[in-house]
């Protein structure tokens, strides 16, 4: 019989341990076969409209969107633990199945791995819940600094083990299984981790509020709060423009990317590896961000301030990756890289942030939930919009995103000065 967990507010640290891992492997995977997707997808077929290969690029997401609250209310029935070792054992079994998809060059296997690892891989709220259920009101915030702290690792990282993966694996670099083999024996690793180290969190008797697969008094509520849809599409607008950046950019970095029906240019013929490393600096760029610049900023500097600041680094990033694909050049497709990057980490806590503090306390969890539904949303869309796109030219979907934030800039300078923060006209009054 599983153990339940003591008092709440003192985790085991193995707990902790474990969940850690379950998020991070959830981001390590998806760092690690995010930039080869586009890459196998196109050596496998999918080249001629680009529509295939953002449906590949989008299936995950969209399993998320969806699993993410049916995982959550099965957990708030039958525990946390079982969810989670569903979850890793899933993760194992898909990730290599993405192996065995490269080995085959089958796109139909690819659709399957990419499918169930999104189901798989759904259970991050879940991990969120265990937090909640064993820390107090005063330690909540420190456990949840610990999920955040595996996304960023796991986007450095990812992609650093998938490049020493290739590097390592003998035969043809294109049909390399390792990948997807060494995320796998790493869902295996935090499987077997959580098998003997994780205990049940959810005590008897307790309540955990519903997770709906749409909740549409959220959704009123959120619309209906002032200000607050407006913050809600400048961050679906945000997501989507860096989810066509990061799912196109294996494909520009990659020898020959398409230019037009019987067009091809060369730019910048990286390799696989290389490709890899490449995404590994977009997550180094955007961990110092987030953790190291706006953290220090935040409470100096305004919400509103910075995330102003973050989507005209959006706009000027975008124009300098049309300058880089036009010149074919490395070293501007860096530096436009890593302002579009900072942009991102700039605008999705701050957004977040002003959505808070516009809504009411006591229905902050719905409106919060909305907010992650609107960025599913723009993950699933960035590929769908960015890939057909691209299959015209490479520059059109760096274009059409330039203009959708400067749209996303305009649309946030109304929320933010034609807003308030909850409460305070009846402090102005009193």
Not at 33 to 44: A, K, N, R, S
Not at 273 to 301: D, E, M, P
Not at 384 to 396: K, S
Request: net charge positive.
């Amino acid at each position: 019989m599983t153990s339940v967990s003591s008092s709440p507010g003192e985790p085991r640290r193995g707990s902790l341990l474990v969940i850690f891992l379950t998020v991070f492997i959830d981001l390590l995977g998806f760092a690690m076969v995010l930039p080869l997707l586009p890459i196998y997808g196109e050596q496998f077929g999918l080249r001629e409209h680009g529509w295939e290969l953002a449906l590949l690029m989008s299936c995950f997401s969209i399993m998320q969107f969806l699993f993410a609250p049916l995982w959550g209310r099965i957990s708030d029935r039958i525990g946390r633990r079982p969810v989670l070792l569903v979850g890793l054992a899933g993760a194992a079994v898909f990730y290599a199945v993405f192996g065995v998809a490269t080995m085959l060059h089958s796109v139909a296997w690819l659709f399957a791995s990419r499918i169930g690892a999104g189901i798989a891989c759904a259970t991050i709220p879940v991990a969120q819940a265990y937090i909640a259920d064993t820390t107090t009101l005063e330690t909540r915030a420190k456990g949840m600094a610990l999920i955040g702290a595996a996304f960023g690792v796991g986007f450095c990282f990812g992609p650093l083990i998938g490049a020493a993966a290739i590097l390592l694996s003998p035969g043809s670099v294109e049909t390399s299984p390792w990948p997807g083999f060494a995320a796998a024996g790493l869902s295996t690793a935090a499987f077997l981790l959580a098998l003997l180290l994780l205990p049940e969190s959810l005590r008897p008797g307790s309540k955990s509020a519903a997770h709906q697969l749409f909740d549409t008094g959220a959704w009123g509520t959120a619309f209906s709060t002032p200000s607050v849809p407006a913050l809600l599409l400048t961050s679906f607008v945000s997501v989507l423009s860096f989810g066509g950046f990061e799912t196109t950019l294996a494909l520009l970095l990659k020898e020959s990317p398409r230019a037009g029906p019987s067009v091809r240019l060369s730019l910048f013929h990286f390799t696989d590896w290389q490709v890899l490393l490449f995404f590994s600096y977009i997550g180094v760029v955007l961990s110092v961000a987030q953790g190291g610049i706006v953290r220090r900023l935040a409470g100096k500097v305004s919400e509103g301030k910075l995330a102003t600041a973050g989507a005209l680094f959006s706009v000027v990033g975008f124009g300098l990756l049309v300058l880089a694909v036009q010149q074919a050049s490395l070293t501007l497709l860096m530096v436009a890289s890593g302002i579009e990057v900072m942009g991102f980490a700039f605008m999705t806590p701050s957004l977040n942030a002003l959505v808070s503090r516009r809504s009411d306390p006591a229905k902050q969890g719905s409106i919060a939930g909305v907010s992650q539904s609107v960025s599913a949303l723009g993950r699933i869309a960035g590929p769908l919009v960015a890939l057909p796109l691209f299959a015209q030219r490479p520059i059109f979907p760096y274009v059409a995103s330039a203009a959708l934030m400067l749209v996303g800039l305009l649309v946030m300078q109304f929320a933010v000065r034609g807003g308030k923060d909850y409460g305070a006209e009846a402090k102005e009054g009193a």
